[in-house]
């Protein structure tokens, strides 16, 4: 979402999709529980470093949906009060338009002389509403939070793009980078449209596999029933 400056711009309204993640994060932690436990020796002395950007990049995907629930509570409330900066114009022989840019008042108006005056006073209306956005969003912390939220974002893509480049050395690595894909792309959960039911299907697949390796402690009692029930419909869940 871009920010309320002086050059007049109408803020996007961020909507991000904020992804439970629940199907995928238990199949992905339990990978790691087994990959740890079926190679010890290994992974005390070579750990899958793709698992430890994993990891932080949860946090920070976490902490990213966070803030933006955040942010969106707060321009909501800022809509209602003070409205999207704005001003209204009337061409000759023309109806009210309302723009909420120099960019779209220009393309009503055009720049010829004519219309100076008609421009000049858009112009003075939509910087006045503008600067009252503004005021309203310092005070009532919508910038602070419309700028955590950016950064805990760059930091989430910064990471994702570190997994992406590093080689996984286990299956559970694997599993945390189908798991970050799915998570960070997916429109929304348990989304139909390729590429997303063959990625689950991939992730599926690692579970059918390390599965046998360690029956008892694959899953337990009621995850076990919560993972199967999500993969009812777009995966086969084990028997």
Same mark, same amino acid.
């Given at each position: 979402m871009a920010d309320s400056d002086n050059t007049m711009t109408l803020p996007f309204v961020t909507r991000r999709q904020v992804l439970a993640g629940g199907m995928i994060?238990?199949?992905a932690l339990v990978?790691?529980?087994?990959?740890v436990a079926g190679n010890v020796a290994a992974t005390k002395t070579s750990p899958d470093p793709v698992l430890a950007l994993w990891r932080e990049w949860k946090r920070a995907h976490r902490l990213t949906d966070q803030l933006c629930r955040r942010q969106q509570r707060l321009e909501t409330r800022l809509v209602?009060?003070?409205?999207?900066?704005?001003?209204?114009? #009337?061409?000759? !022989?023309g109806e009210d338009v309302t723009v909420h840019s120099i960019e779209a008042l220009n393309e009503v108006l055009g720049k010829g002389p004519d219309m100076t005056a008609l421009r000049q006073k858009a112009e003075a209306d939509l910087a006045a509403h503008q600067a009252r956005w503004d005021a309203a969003a310092e005070e009532g912390g919508y910038t602070a939070a419309l700028r955590a939220e950016r950064e805990a974002g760059e930091r989430a893509a910064d990471l994702l793009e570190a997994i992406t480049s590093t080689p996984a050395t286990t299956l559970a690595g694997v599993a945390g980078k189908l798991d970050a894909?799915? #998570?960070?792309? !997916?429109?929304?959960?348990e989304c139909s449209e390729f590429p997303w039911p063959q990625i689950r299907s991939a992730l599926s697949d690692l579970v059918h596999i390390a599965d046998p390796m360690m029956p008892e402690q694959f899953f337990h009692g009621e995850q076990r029933s919560k993972v199967r029930r999500r993969w009812a419909?777009?995966?086969?869940?084990p028997d």
């Open positions: 994060t238990p199949s990978l790691e529980k087994n990959a209602e009060s003070v409205g999207f900066p704005c001003a209204t114009v #009337r061409p000759p !022989e894909v799915l #998570r960070e792309g !997916e429109a929304w959960e419909g777009c995966c086969s869940a």
